[in-house]
């Protein structure tokens, strides 16, 4: 063994907080070896006796940072969207979209047979955020739960952000923001599908981004960010 390692014992301490202080509990321990410099252009290594390793909750965030696991799913349609799967914080929305993907369109569905697009968002919001949003995307629009705002740098729209557009002076089409210009809806031609704001045919169109208002429902200021 290189003379610069020392071996030494790792104790791990849970940590109770109380009134003035806390206390350490020995859990377990092991031996290790390891050398300590100050910097990385420290050429004398100083040596330690002894690493303390809290697991209390209040710590343990910051010396083991929980990893998400990231679904199959959720991996899917980042490769289809163009983007890493870190970037799709909403699994549930993934997950929906997977049951969906495909189904017809039909003008005044609302099942696996046919939807629109008014329908597909309702059930969108209805399945993974419990929120239950008006039946047209004229009354969503108009509607005190939705926020809207004329946003056109698509870098500041949020994943579950719904997207208004219009021809002929009205509102006739509503979508739900993904990530990276992309959003789900429900098309005449296609059916439920991932389609981009930078095709020019829904660039022409888009009118006005939405966003649900946290007070909505309790579950609406985690579930649709």
């Not at 083991?64 to 199959?72: A, K, L, T």
């Not at 993907?101 to 329908?119: H, L, M, N």
């Not at 039946?135 to 739960?145: A, T």
Request: charged content about 25%; some cysteine.
């Amino acid at each position: 063994m290189p003379s610069f390692l020392r071996k030494l014992s790792v104790c791990l301490f849970l940590i109770m907080p109380f009134s003035g202080g806390v206390s350490g509990q020995v859990c377990d321990s092991m031996t290790v070896s390891v050398a300590v410099m100050e910097s990385p252009f420290d050429i004398s290594p100083r040596y330690v006796d002894t690493i303390i390793v809290y697991t209390d909750e209040h710590y343990a965030g910051y010396l083991f940072p929980q990893v998400r696991e990231i679904p199959q799913v959720v991996k899917k349609y980042a490769l289809m969207i163009g983007v890493e799967p870190e970037k799709l914080q909403n699994d549930k929305i993934y997950q929906f979209i997977d049951e969906w993907f495909g189904t017809p369109y039909r003008y005044g569905g609302s099942t696996k047979k046919g939807i629109d697009c008014s329908a597909l968002t309702r059930e969108l919001f209805s399945c993974v955020a419990d929120i239950e949003l008006p039946r047209s995307s004229v009354q969503m629009y108009s509607c005190d739960m939705v926020e809207p705002f004329k946003e056109k740098d698509y870098s500041k729209l949020r994943e579950g952000d719904l997207l208004f557009f219009r021809s002929r002076g009205r509102i006739n089409h509503v979508a739900v923001y993904l990530c990276d210009g992309k959003f789900l809806s429900a098309n005449r031609t296609g059916g439920v599908q991932i389609s981009s704001l930078d095709s020019p045919y829904w660039k022409r169109r888009y009118y006005s981004a939405g966003r649900i208002k946290e007070t909505t429902s309790e579950n609406s200021s985690t579930a649709m960010k």
